[in-house]
């Protein structure tokens, strides 16, 4: 998740599909199955944080990042599995920056009126952002997903952009689950671009956002976004942490 300004790559020309520039791995959900976070996440999560199956306003989750979709709709059935039918009012909105994942995640996902695809480069667009929110009435995401994306924006951006990010999600979002990338991740990265003789990340060696990068955007959102730390999900199997925040 991250912007491809010329996109004279695109996902299905990587060589290494586990060396995507832009996170936009073809085969993503292959080697990070759904079932890795949403083990960790409780089914109630929804009714956790105040959904009423009465409310008259829709629920709304947003899913930065979201690949080919099946964490979306894997996530989306897992946190509905809770709630009293009818579920019509819990809205899913997955974007992605890569068109061909979008495409197939909206071709290969079930049909469901509560599950939308959007291609969106949010470095570079917010504004359909605020058409879906008005699309429903609503003013924010009652729960935001940022799950593996930050060191692709962090990498191709820098630390502002990163730092931008965040403060935009928390400002549209009542809550939001994180999943940073470790430090090693960033390492990893440039590693395997530098294997297939390409140009290192731009900003790599610049960036001054290192170390425990959790630590880093937790104080990030705590002290300029409003939010709050108000749970940790433990660590998944690739040593990440699921943080949750709720804006204050």
Known sequence: MATCPTCSKSVDEVEDPGA???GNFINYYTF????NRLSLIPATLLRDLGHNDSREEDTLILDVGCNSGELSVAFYKHVVSDLTPPRRKVHLLGFDLDEKLIRRAQQTSPEHS??????LDIT????????????H???HFHLCLCLAVTVWVHLNHGDSALLQLLSHL???SKHLLLEAQPWKCYRSAARRLRKLGRSDFDHFKTLKIQGDVAIHL????????????IQSYGSTSWDRQLLLFRRT
Do not use: V, W
Not at 32 to 35: F, L, T
Not at 218 to 229: A, F, P, R, S, T
């Open 218 to 229: 937790k104080e990030h959102l705590e002290k300029h976004c409003g939010m709050q730390l």
């Open 170 to 172: 928390a400002s549209i």
């Open 137 to 139: 009435c609503c003013t």
């Open 20 to 22: 995507a520039p832009y």
């Open 124 to 135: 570079q667009d917010t504004k359909q952002l605020q058409d879906y929110l008005r699309q």
């Open 32 to 35: 990070n199955p759904p079932e």
């Open 114 to 119: 509560n599950i939308t695809f959007m291609h």
